[in-house]
């Protein structure tokens, strides 16, 4: 083979060399822009992700604080008609014999050694009294009703309750007013659910500083018959 042929020959194959180092430096290249591209991209997502996840947080911040303070607020406000019972006269022993109430509801006395459950319990049909004092000496709110009370107000009494730790509802046909709301000591008859002092009873009185036993169990007790 002449010497012309060799060096043409490695001429060519040092030009397929720088060719193919060309081709992977470009495809290097290619592939650090795709990950650049992928990592920011990711990134982006990221941010953004944990942007709106603090933005909700911040939000819902934001309710409780403006519920917190609606609370206090309500339960800072006098309510109308409300009537209360001395705390010391208002016995509280564990009896099996029957207690007969010199109110209806009953607010407070002696009381069956079994509560009602009361974590935002819906009662279709009229409860014990006896086990029903007991919630109230938890910090129960108990809300009754007659037939007199309108579908709707009955609901929505009914969704109120259902969210509310330590309250229960039931119907009650020998109370004297259409609606009455019941804590230990403390009770208020309204004649619609709209009525303000719906709201006001149960920030006042929902776990109150009328609480003989506050945060006692309000579930594992009596529940629907």
């Given at each position: 083979?002449?010497?012309?042929?060799?060096?043409?020959?490695?001429?060519?194959?040092?030009?397929?060399?720088?060719?193919?180092?060309?081709?992977?430096?470009?495809?290097?290249?290619?592939?650090?822009?795709?990950?650049?591209g992928l990592v920011g991209f990711g990134t982006s997502v990221?941010?953004?992700?944990?942007?709106?996840?603090?933005?909700e947080q911040a939000a819902a911040a934001?309710?409780?604080?403006?519920?917190?303070?609606?609370?206090?607020?309500?339960?800072?406000?006098?309510?109308?008609?409300l009537k209360t019972w001395d705390a010391k006269k208002l016995t509280r022993n564990h009896v099996t014999t029957t207690v007969t109430y010199p109110m209806k509801p009953p607010v407070g006395g002696d009381h069956s050694p079994v509560w009602m459950n009361c974590d935002g319990e819906v009662y279709k049909?009229?409860?014990?009294?006896?086990?029903?004092?007991?919630?109230?000496?938890?910090?129960?709110?108990?809300?009754?009703?007659?037939?007199?009370?309108?579908?709707?107000?009955?609901?929505?009494?009914?969704?109120?309750?259902?969210?509310?730790?330590?309250?229960?509802?039931?119907?009650?046909?020998?109370?004297?007013?259409?609606?009455?709301?019941?804590?230990?000591?403390?009770?208020v008859t309204v004649d619609s659910a709209a009525d303000r002092r719906v709201d006001q009873f149960f920030a006042k009185f929902v776990q109150g500083a009328q609480t003989p036993e506050p945060g006692a169990a309000c579930t594992g007790g009596l529940g629907a018959q």
């Open positions: 083979m002449s010497f012309d042929r060799r060096t043409r020959i490695e001429q060519m194959r040092n030009a397929d060399r720088a060719r193919d180092r060309r081709n992977r430096v470009l495809v290097i290249g290619l592939s650090v822009v795709v990950v650049a990221l941010l953004d992700k944990s942007e709106a996840a603090d933005k934001q309710d409780a604080k403006a519920a917190s303070t609606d609370k206090e607020k309500l339960a800072s406000e006098p309510i109308k008609g049909k009229a409860i014990p009294d006896m086990s029903a004092v007991h919630s109230l000496e938890h910090g129960s709110v108990w809300v009754t009703y007659t037939d007199k009370a309108s579908a709707a107000d009955v609901a929505a009494l009914a969704k109120r309750v259902g969210k509310t730790p330590y309250s229960l509802m039931s119907p009650y046909q020998d109370q004297a007013g259409t609606i009455t709301l019941s804590a230990w000591g403390n009770q």
